[in-house]
């Protein structure tokens, strides 16, 4: 079983793709039976779950999930926001149970990526606010660019069954990726400062040229497929950019 998160390496881990359901009842798909329960800082079971923002010491800190059905999506997705929410897509077909469920089975790995997320906060914020152009902390951040960007870039293509033949990163101001017909991706070394879904967008972005080398209608449906949110992404790509202009 696979799933999908928010920040490193594995943060985008995706489930199986939703089976056909039994007949879902009017009342399984209505906004109450959306919205997450209570969840407490000792237990990431569905019966724990909570909607509500929690605020916990850094020492117990409560995780808070959000489920959300996107039509898009063909496998149950679970996702670590920048902000720290455990977001849960569950599939056109999918059941809130089973998202519930995927998540208890994850819940490891879940707090894992929690704690690596609350380990990198800082340092991605202040990467984010100093651009890292002081020579020794551009060196420091393209050599953990070099580290984590391509086995990421890797383990992507093995879940859409892609090839990549080159992986290159690289000092580009105004471009966060590129593709070639030949299957060499080059990559932005400031992605490594970015939250987790945003760098996964745009390594998935690159990856799905190697199927389609334009932005036709066609192609973006394949991100949508496989990055429901990208949407929020390129937002947040948007802003940076507005940001680093007027910087």
């Keep these: 079983m696979q799933l999908s998160l928010t920040f490193e ?8 793709p939703a089976l056909s359901p039994p007949a879902l009842s009017p009342a399984a798909l209505s906004p109450a039976a959306l919205s997450p ?7 990431l079971s569905p019966s724990a779950l909570s909607p509500e923002p929690q605020h916990s010491s850094p020492q117990s800190p409560a995780p808070v999930f959000v489920f959300v059905r996107h039509p898009r999506a063909r496998r149950y997705l679970i996702r670590v926001t920048d902000q720290g929410t455990v977001r849960v897509t569950i599939p056109r077909r999918g059941s809130r149970r089973e998202a519930e469920a995927f998540a208890a089975r994850e819940s490891g790995w879940i707090e894992n990526q929690l704690r690596r997320w609350r380990e990198h906060r800082t340092v991605h914020d202040s990467s984010a606010t100093s651009h890292d152009e002081h020579p020794a902390n551009h060196r420091v951040v393209m050599a953990r660019a070099r580290l984590e960007l391509p086995p990421r870039l890797l383990e992507l ?14 000092n580009q101001r105004w471009r966060w990726g ?14 490594v400062t970015m939250p987790d879904a945003v760098r996964d967008y745009v390594l998935i972005h690159e990856l799905m040229h190697l199927k ?20 929020e992404a390129r937002r947040w790509l948007r802003k940076a950019a507005r940001d680093r202009s007027q910087g």
């Design 157 to 170: 293509a093995r879940r859409y069954g892609l090839t990549v033949s080159r992986i290159s990163i690289r």
């Design 178 to 191: 590129s593709c070639s017909r030949s299957g060499h991706i080059c990559l932005n070394w400031r992605l």
């Design 212 to 231: 389609r080398m334009d932005h036709s209608p066609k192609f973006w449906k394949l991100v949508a497929e496989a990055c429901p949110d990208y949407q």
């Design 9 to 16: 390496s594995d943060l985008l881990v995706a489930g199986p």
């Design 37 to 43: 329960p209570a969840l407490s800082p000792s237990a």
